[in-house]
């Protein structure tokens, strides 16, 4: 039961953080750059956090964990990144498969960090994802495209980074209070987005003039809800499930297309959706199956 809840809690963030990909279209139809939104979304996201923070139990932290959750936000940011960068070169419809390659990446984390092979259900939860991916994100009805080779790459490198970020969400500050943690990876986040991004990222953050409302939705929907529900649920479930129910992110942000930006959703997107929430479940049923027959002996 303990492993549902905290699969819940992933499962939230997944899916708000797939909201984010049509707010952020929202802005950039309203005619605001990448850079203004990215560095409203962590500034924002951070301020949030901070304004509780006399209110929260914190704790000590050592330098190796700060810098861990640094490194944890920076490449949840670094992911959005990669992936503007791929979506930019490419179709969307490739873009986002290349993303979501994090499922069989993190699956792949995990197997190297506990130096044991996958359980069947993981193994056959990879491939339904694998194969609804490419359903839902329409590849198979988006025609004739030209696909650039350094798109590929980032995308790919956006797998990547999101499966560490999955990964570490787990391993970085174990024992820490989950919203003093999240500051620490939100602030990571902000810090490798002013890297790339440079004054940007102030400037941007501090408008009122209408990209304030982008940058409070992205802050809740992209850095606080995904951050603090990850940061709850990771540490609670090794790293393999974390990846598989975090692939709720393509359905909720194909939901979320047709409920904010209209879009029409086809039957093949459909099928999809329903192939990846099926992948989500074998796992879950997998793991109330075996904890069922520890209790019974």
């Not at 490419?90 to 996958?118: C, D, H």
């Not at 802050?219 to 499930?241: C, E, N, Q, Y």
């Not at 047709?258 to 959703?265: A, D, F, H, S, T």
Request: hydrophobic share 55%; net charge positive; glycine share 12%.
């Amino acid at each position: 039961m303990a492993n549902l809840k905290y699969s819940l809690f992933i499962f939230l963030g997944a899916c708000s953080y797939g909201i984010l990909a049509s707010i952020v279209k929202l802005g950039l139809q309203a005619g605001h750059s990448v850079p203004e939104l990215t560095g409203s979304q962590y500034l924002i996201g951070l301020l949030l956090l901070l304004l509780s923070f006399p209110f929260i139990k914190r704790t000590k932290i050592t330098f190796k964990q700060a810098a861990a959750l640094l490194l944890t936000g920076a490449s949840l940011s670094l992911t959005g990144i990669l992936y503007g960068m791929s979506l930019d070169r490419n179709p969307a419809s490739i873009a986002v498969v290349l993303l979501f390659q994090f499922t069989w990446i993190g699956i792949l984390f995990e197997a190297l960090y506990e130096r044991k092979m996958p359980g069947k259900a993981k193994i056959i939860s990879s491939i339904m994802l694998i194969i609804g991916t490419v359903f839902a994100s329409n590849l198979i009805n988006s025609g004739s495209y030209t696909i650039q080779a350094d798109g590929l790459i980032y995308g790919l490198l956006s797998a990547v980074t999101f499966a560490v970020f999955i990964f570490a969400s787990g391993k970085a500050g174990k024992g820490i209070p989950t919203i003093q943690r999240s500051i620490f990876i939100t602030f990571g986040g902000l810090l490798l987005v002013a890297a790339v991004s440079g004054p940007v990222i102030i400037s941007g953050g501090i408008q009122l003039g209408g990209l304030w409302k982008f940058g409070l939705l992205m802050a809740l929907f992209g850095a606080i809800f995904p951050i603090v529900f990850f940061a709850i649920g990771s540490p609670h479930l090794d790293s393999g499930l974390a990846t598989i129910v975090g692939s709720a992110e393509l359905p909720a942000a194909v939901a979320a297309a047709m409920l904010i930006l209209g879009e029409r959703i086809s039957e093949a997107q459909t099928f999809g959706i329903v192939l990846i929430l099926i992948g989500i479940s074998i796992p879950q049923f997998s793991f109330k199956k075996s904890a069922k027959n520890r209790y019974s002996t």
